[in-house]
């Protein structure tokens, strides 16, 4: 199981971190994805690291956005800078044994989190 947590309201330009919070003893094996959803448009990849702990970025969020680990604690998280009103959407984090930019693989996932950038 998922639990996604740390969206919220923030004005264009601020930070936010989201942080994903796995069960079972077996999340050092996975890849870890953070998707988001706006209204209106497909789930997309947005971050996303190997069990080895290579990172991806979609081109939107490159400098902006830092997917990060922590096996010890089973967490994943998300430092997100310099928001945008586009960034803003539902952000979901999810688990499976090989990253992938196509959100229908994957076998687990979080329940979603709120993120609204303000202009």
């Known amino acids: 199981q998922l639990q996604a947590s740390g969206g919220g309201l923030v004005q264009a330009g601020g930070s936010l971190r989201l942080s994903c919070a796995a069960s079972?003893?077996?999340?050092?094996?996975?890849?870890m994805g953070w998707f988001r959803q706006a209204p209106g448009k497909e789930r997309e990849l947005v971050a996303g690291?190997?069990?080895?702990?290579?990172?991806y970025y979609t081109d939107s969020v490159k400098g902006r956005f830092t997917i990060s680990r922590d096996n010890a604690k089973n967490t994943v998280y998300l430092q997100m800078n310099s928001l945008k009103p586009e960034d803003t959407a539902v952000y979901y984090c999810?688990?499976?044994?090989?990253?992938?930019?196509?959100?229908?693989?994957?076998?687990?996932w979080g329940q979603g989190t709120q993120v609204t950038v303000s202009s």
């Open positions: 690291i190997t069990s080895g702990g290579i990172t």
């Open positions: 079972g003893r077996t999340f050092s094996s996975y890849a």
């Open positions: 999810a688990a499976d044994k090989s990253l992938n930019s196509r959100a229908e693989p994957y076998d687990y």
